[in-house]
């Protein structure tokens, strides 16, 4: 937690995320020194199947618990140990063996006091990602894979994506792409588009995010890049902070009106949104309305406090009024409903 003119200080662009080198890492954590901070497991997929984790192995519902694996890069070092154990304890399994002597990428995340979260990310020297033959097999037999964007920033990981996605597209898998950034859409612009053309069957992408995969202007409405996307995509999700989200599909939109919260910090609301919808999908619904302000609410509650992560009893509670609308229809009474059936 920072002030404005700590970031003035440091020359920092409030509201932004830069790739910083292991110097400038250090330059910035010894400002911080008498900050208050929250060391974390965190990253984007990893927030995102973390609040996962704990919607779908809530104790509250009838429903089968969703198992989840996550393949990344970390280092052997102890940030790396730390990284593993936390994912352990959430009941992610963690698959990728550590990176012998290699440093684990971190992100610095500077919130004001406005709830806006400023990012820093140094990606360390383990930041590779291979694809072998155990990764492959479990692929195959998944449900969902999802891509965080970020990945197509780091070398050599562009084939190990495409990969994965045509041995889960062969397997009939669900295959979600996180936008993660404008900086990496607008650098990897062409393997972006690519990946999403030949193989997404969900696109999740901010307001600016989207615009960007457009080249819309930044004060061009988020909805008509929902709309167009969706003519590529089966399902787009697009969030717009506290103006709401809308949900593309088939060349319409569907907005879904912002959960009320007082907010501490926006830092991880865009995954726990996307973590509502996977939630949403892999429960079998088809009432996209209802998808959506499910990931609303879960979105809200992780903007309401300090952290990215969805805590258990917060999970609990959130599942448990999406299994009363699985079995009564009432969720979205008084919204309206909208269904998809190809999902």
């Not at 195959?140 to 920033?153: A, D, P, Q, T």
């Not at 506290?242 to 830092?267: L, N, Q, R």
């Not at 699985?326 to 269904?339: A, P």
Request: proline share 3%.
């Amino acid at each position: 937690m920072v002030d404005d003119e700590f970031l003035e200080r440091l020359g920092i662009e409030k509201g932004t995320r830069k790739v910083i080198n292991h110097e400038e890492r250090g330059q910035v954590l010894r400002a911080m020194d008498g900050c208050s901070y929250k060391a974390a497991a965190g990253g984007s997929l990893s927030n995102s199947l973390v609040a996962l984790s704990r919607l779908g192995s809530s104790w509250s519902t009838k429903y089968p618990e969703i198992r989840i694996a996550m393949a990344g890069s970390v280092g052997s070092d102890p940030l790396g140990s730390f990284y593993r154990a936390k994912l352990h304890r959430a009941n992610v399994h963690f698959l990728s063996k550590p990176i012998k002597d290699g440093t684990t990428g971190t992100v610095i995340v500077l919130t004001t006091p406005d709830a806006q979260r400023t990012m820093l990310a140094y990606q360390g020297t383990s930041s590779t990602l291979s694809y072998d033959s155990d990764l492959a097999s479990l692929v195959s037999k998944s449900n969902v894979l999802i891509v965080e964007g970020y990945l197509f920033e780091l070398p050599h990981t562009i084939k190990a994506i495409k990969q994965a996605c045509e041995d889960a597209h062969k397997n009939g898998a669900l295959i979600a792409i996180t936008a993660s950034d404008v900086s990496c859409i607008k650098r990897c612009y062409n393997d972006f588009w690519d990946i999403v053309t030949n193989y997404a069957d969900i696109l999740f992408a901010n307001a600016n995010e989207a615009r960007a995969f457009c080249e819309l202007s930044s004060t061009d409405s988020p909805m008509p890049a929902a709309r167009y996307l969706s003519h590529s995509v089966p399902l787009v999700s697009v969030t717009d902070g506290v103006h709401g989200s809308y949900i593309g599909v088939k060349g319409e939109a569907i907005y879904i009106p912002p959960s009320a919260c007082i907010p501490i910090a926006t830092c991880g609301a865009g995954d726990a949104y996307a973590s509502g919808i996977l939630y949403g999908i892999l429960r079998g619904s088809s009432d996209l309305k209802g998808i959506g302000l499910l990931a609303s609410r879960v979105a809200a509650v992780v903007v309401g406090q300090q952290g990215t992560r969805l805590c258990v009893q917060d999970a609990d509670r959130l599942a448990e009024s999406f299994a009363l609308h699985l079995d009564n229809r009432e969720f979205c009474s008084d919204v309206g409903t909208d269904h998809a059936s190809n999902f």
